[in-house]
């Protein structure tokens, strides 16, 4: 080998190192010197997803029929990305939108702007979502107008239009329901920090709308599904790189409820009626709430509350206004489950138990004077009407308050009196307790109220909380209310002087009015049916449930969801029974009797209680009627309230009947099941049948409920 | 030519244990070690660049496992090639270089020829595997160049016209197929490694500077004669002017050093590099894997990947040096080159300062093909070293 050959090698070398010095630097220049504009290139390239909702599961009734559905709206969509090429911005384009749209540019233009930015309107007008989505501008546009737009691509650049899925209520036999069913919103703030940096495709985003109440929230995920998301890899002169994922979306799966759009209906129908009743009456009669249960396992057939709202009011976004005026109506939360009502009379069948636990006779008589007088208070029964010495079941037919009074005085004094200790015995709130009263029912919908049990413990308890206040308003004298009305800041102040000493004391007159339903005892309507359930079935306390399965959009069940037993009612067996025997008489020769007048009895008995609750303040009481039917084979029970409504006799009373004569048929005196509100007069055991397709099966004829064609 | 293939039994034949020990104790262990430390290196990063795409299947680990199965055939070739009696590889070297450029052809078939990024030089194989013949043509070119121009007088010191024409014509044909395939980037390795196993052999300084002159007006006049189309001559000169525009050839340049360059000192750690995850570097688990490690691994991993590949150059010019017959350096010598000039060619482009062609990392990225005749070359080296040693055993 030659010397030349050697020293070509050796150069060979000094090139190919002086390349690898070069890499180095190059390296060295562009990492560590320039680094920094590289990194903050790479920041501004990113990855940007284009998202669709998934179309969100249909809410059925027990027999199939869609209460909650969707329909399709042709929705136009601006991408600003493409509109900021055009000239002056898109400008033109805008204006040629609008034309077309017949909208002002105006009105398309706070659409694209950035909610937050300067000058944007506030939600839902300006745009909440991410920078590369698609914008919606308008909704519900008609076909011809979309493809004039689509016909012209080159007219206008960026924009598109799309079918979505929307809302819809097709409200079977007029049924309105809104406070079960619930309504869509804009995701929270809260719920987008709840999820924290969440990077699942299924994550919530901003411009999602969620469940925001009944249903529609409960159940939320079940009915939203999965969203088709498209992930593009976008450089940072919005350039599409490519597609980095494509996720297909999963619909959202279908809840079938326990409720009967058409039982529903007559429901609701009676509850606006008894309203009305107590408004001829010359009474405020202002708000109220009806619920039918099934007492065999918890199934609510029916709920309603009033005053309601239109649920399709929240299609599309409510502004500010709306949804100010929606609150100051006070109809969108659910008297039902949210509103707390003193029972009354309809109360007397835990003090009833109570009693029985306590050791007193069921048989025994009572003595019901007109009133008592204790520690110089007078405790009168309703219209000051005195029985005499009467058994206890008449006690109840009658609703003599007297007759409880003196039960609950007696179980006060052996629990030890005014001296008792906090944690003494207090039979009357601790039945409460068990039939569920003072706890939430758990109900499958969310924001029920729990409630509260008068007690020796809540006294003591309230008085802990309040004793700062009372007793500073004590020592203050109210000087604000003492400068307009001296007396009546006087009364305020010894009334708070009193509680401050010894607020926190269960008084002979505590213990007296809580036996029938008064103080501090509160209860949601839906708790009330659950109590006249758990008397009916004989003792269980079922978790009342509104969704009873989930069935996918191709028809597959999910899940059959089964009862649920909160518990058993400890009370002795003789209680049940002396309540079930005594109850029907309080429909046919008590308080219950005028609104049944005339109603097959014999064939359907009625086991009924009524209450005309007390309120504070210078309100008309509290109209109550309790119940369950058939009082010899129990199968619902059904609770109507209504507030500042009277007594519960002669307001809420005939609407029950009519509820009753809807489920089991009831014409005249004739009783004809197959008359009933319910396809076959009873619930239907098995769920649904939902077509692959997606449609469900629903009933035909008079029981399809589908509202003759109107538009 | 008695023995069997991997015999190194000769007239002086050494008992077979002395040949494995020797063999094991006079390989280039440091060659060895960094090819094996680049592999693996490799490894990690074609894992890095691919689960992201594979994550739309269900296994994102299935291209990584492909990629070990290729560098474990390919590391066996290798040991193979480290074997070879080296007078028995001397003999078969034209009928290598045959059925090397015949495979070139393949490719051309219909039905059997895939077309990846423009240009037509994969065959497909079952399994989802491509083969890129033009790899092993390499190879072939090495050998047979190296053949040829050993072959002189021992009273010559330089080779003759005659076989340096002879050898240009053996390079010159393979290099046609390529360059009809469209296949820039080999064409420019291959030419670089014909023009150094030339100039080694010891041919006239005439025939180096004339063949070097040659290449530059060459591709001067392809462009001016429009022999390269436009986008090629795009592709070429996009790293001159990057910024320029965001068509797809300075795109992908662009995005490529904005992912290097933010990598900055120590890099965004493997799997969290945004542009690689992203996937915005387009084929960053073949010629653009250079991209990962400059992204995740910063500046210290990407010089420790340079500095592992000088140690391989280094290795490979000490034993081109070192080799007791012209041959051997020949072989030796070329195949530095082809790892040098390729390496330099993919990291450069990757650094914005060489044009944009489809040469793959050698050792590093994923692609079967590349894969396995790196390691064959890493085999030709060791045995070009353990030749020499033998040699001098035996006196």
């Known amino acids: 080998m030659t010397d030349q050959s050697t020293h070509r090698v050796v150069i060979l070398g000094v090139l190919l190192f002086s390349l690898l010095a070069t890499l180095l630097g190059r390296l060295f220049y562009l990492q560590i010197v320039t680094g920094d504009e590289y990194r903050a290139a790479a920041e501004s390239n990113s990855v940007r997803e284009i998202v669709h909702p998934a179309v969100r599961g249909l809410i059925l009734d027990q027999a199939g029929r869609p209460l909650v559905s969707n329909r399709t709206s042709m929705v136009v969509e601006v991408d600003r990305v493409t509109l900021e090429r055009e000239p002056n911005d898109g400008a033109d384009v805008v204006a040629r939108l609008a034309r077309t749209l017949g909208v002002s540019a105006s009105d398309i233009g706070d659409r694209l702007k950035n909610c937050g930015t300067e000058g944007a ?143 529903q209906a007559v429901v609701e129908e009676q509850l606006v009626k008894a309203i009305q009743r107590a408004q001829s009456q010359g009474l405020p009669g202002d708000s109220g709430a009806a619920v039918v249960v099934d007492v065999r396992n918890g199934h609510v057939l029916a709920m309603a509350s009033y005053p309601t709202y239109d649920p399709s009011i929240w299609v599309g976004g409510v502004t500010k206004k709306q949804f100010q005026r929606l609150m100051a109506s006070e109809s969108l939360s659910s008297n039902a489950i949210q509103g707390l009502f003193a029972p009354g009379s309809t109360y007397k069948v835990i003090s009833t138990a109570a009693a029985a636990k306590e050791g007193f006779s069921l048989n025994a008589k009572y003595d019901c004077p007109n009133q008592v007088t204790v520690g110089g ?159 009916a079935n004989g003792g269980t306390l079922y978790q009342p449930q509104v969704v009873k399965g989930i069935v996918s959009g191709d028809g597959k069940v999910v899940e059959d969801i089964a009862p649920v037993v909160r518990g058993k009612v400890d009370v002795p067996k003789s209680a049940i029974s002396f309540l079930k025997r005594s109850l029907p008489g309080v429909t046919k020769e008590g308080t219950g009797r005028i609104p049944f007048a005339g109603f097959p009895l014999d064939e359907i008995p009625i086991a009924s209680k009524t209450g005309t609750a007390q309120v504070t303040g210078d309100k008309v009481s509290t109209s109550w009627f309790a119940s369950y039917a058939p009082a010899n084979n129990p199968r619902y029970a059904v609770i109507m309230m209504v507030t500042q409504g009277g007594t519960g006799s002669e307001t809420s009373g005939p609407s029950v009947r009519a509820i009753y004569e809807a489920l089991f048929g009831v014409r005249g005196t004739t009783v004809d099941p197959s008359k009933s509100v319910l396809v076959g007069g009873v619930p239907k055991k098995s769920l649904p049948v939902v077509r692959p397709d997606g449609t469900p099966v629903t009933p035909e004829g008079k029981y399809s409920g589908v509202k003759a064609s109107s538009g | 030519m008695s023995g069997s293939i991997i015999d190194v039994s000769s007239r002086t034949a050494l008992p077979g244990r002395q040949r494995g020990i020797l063999y094991w104790r006079e390989l280039d262990w440091l060659l060895l070690v960094s090819a094996l430390a680049i592999t693996a290196f490799g490894s990690l990063l074609v894992w890095s660049a691919s689960r992201s795409d594979m994550a739309a299947a269900n296994d994102p680990q299935s291209y990584l496992k492909k990629h070990l199965i290729v560098v474990v055939v390919g590391v066996a070739l290798g040991f193979l090639a480290s074997r070879v ?118 041919a006239r300084t005439r025939w180096v500077v004339g063949l070097i002159g040659g290449a530059v007006v060459g591709i001067l006049v392809a462009i001016q004669v429009g022999l390269l189309k436009q986008y090629q001559v795009d592709r070429l000169t996009s790293f001159i002017h990057p910024s320029a525009n965001t068509d797809t050839a300075s795109y992908n340049a662009n995005q490529a050093r904005i992912a290097i360059g933010g990598g900055g000192l120590h890099g965004y750690g493997l799997f969290e590099g945004p542009q690689t995850q992203g996937k915005f570097v387009p084929v960053n688990e073949s010629d653009f894997i250079f991209t990962v490690v400059g992204e995740e691994f910063g500046f210290i991993g990407s010089a420790l990947l340079v500095l592992l590949i000088g140690v391989i150059l280094w290795r490979g010019l000490v034993i081109a040096l070192k080799a007791d017959d012209l041959y051997g350096r020949l072989v030796a010598s070329g195949v530095v080159a ?39 070359a890493i085999g030709l080296l060791e045995n070009v070293r353990l030749h020499g040693k033998r040699e001098a055993l035996r006196g």
């Open chain 2, 85 to 202: 009696d080296y007078r028995w590889l001397r003999a078969y070297t034209p009928i290598i270089y045959i059925v090397a450029v015949l495979s070139l052809l393949l490719p051309f078939i219909p039905g059997v020829g895939a077309r990846i990024a423009g240009a037509r030089a994969w065959v497909d194989l079952p399994g989802g595997f491509t083969l890129q013949p033009s790899e092993f043509a390499k190879i072939a070119v090495i050998l047979m160049l190296a053949s040829i121009l050993s072959t002189k007088q021992d009273f010559e010191d330089q080779p003759s016209d005659r076989d340096v024409l002879a050898a240009l014509g053996a390079a010159a044909l393979p290099l046609a197929i390529i360059l009809v395939q469209n296949d820039t980037g080999t064409v420019l390795v291959l030419g670089a490694v014909s023009l150094t196993v030339v100039a080694v052999s010891g």
């Open chain 2, 338 to 376: 082809w790892l040098g000039f390729q390496m330099f060619e993919n990291i450069g482009m990757t650094l914005g300062i060489m044009p944009i062609t489809g040469v793959p990392l050698p050792l590093v990225s994923a692609g079967g093909t590349s894969m396995m005749a790196c390691w064959i």
């Open chain 1, 121 to 263: 309107k506030a939600p839902p007008i300006c745009w909440n979502g991410a920078q590369f989505q698609p914008i919606p501008v308008a909704t519900d546009v008609d076909t011809e107008t979309a493809l004039a737009i689509m016909e012209q691509r080159n007219q206008f650049p960026g924009v598109t239009a799309r079918l979505s899925a929307v809302r819809t209520y097709p409200q079977p036999f007029n049924v309105n329901a809104a406070h079960i069913l619930g309504y869509l919103g804009p995701v929270t703030e809260q719920m987008l920090e709840d999820q924290g940096d969440s990077t699942e495709y299924d994550r919530l985003r901003r411009t999602d709308q969620v469940g925001r109440s009944g249903l529609e929230k409960q159940y939320d995920t079940v009915l939203r599904g999965k969203p088709s998301v498209t992930t593009l890899g976008v450089d940072t002169s919005n350039h599409v790189t490519g597609t980095i994922s494509d996720k297909p979306a999963d619909p959202g799966e279908y809840l079938v409820t326990t409720i009967d759009a058409k039982l």
């Open chain 1, 377 to 535: 208070n007078t405790f009168r029964n309703h219209e000051s009407k005195a029985y005499g010495s009467i058994s206890l079941a008449r006690a109840l037919e009658v609703s003599c308050n007297t007759v409880f009074y003196g039960l609950a005085d007696d179980m006060w004094k052996r629990a030890g009196g005014i001296d008792a200790a906090r944690t003494a015995a207090d039979p009357v709130a601790e039945v409460a307790k068990m039939f569920g009263l003072g706890s939430k029912s758990g109900i499958d919908l969310p924001g029920e109220s729990t409630g509260r049990v008068s007690s020796r413990d809540f006294k003591a308890a309230n008085w802990e909380n309040k004793k700062d206040d009372w007793c500073r308003n004590a020592i203050e004298g109210y000087p604000q209310t003492r400068k307009t009305d001296p007396k009546l800041a006087d009364y305020f102040t010894a009334l708070d002087k009193e509680n401050c000493a010894d607020g926190f004391r269960w008084r002979e007159g505590d213990a007296m009015n809580a036996a029938i339903g008064q103080g501090d005892t509160a209860v949601t309507p839906l708790q009330m049916a659950m109590v006249y359930a758990a008397i």
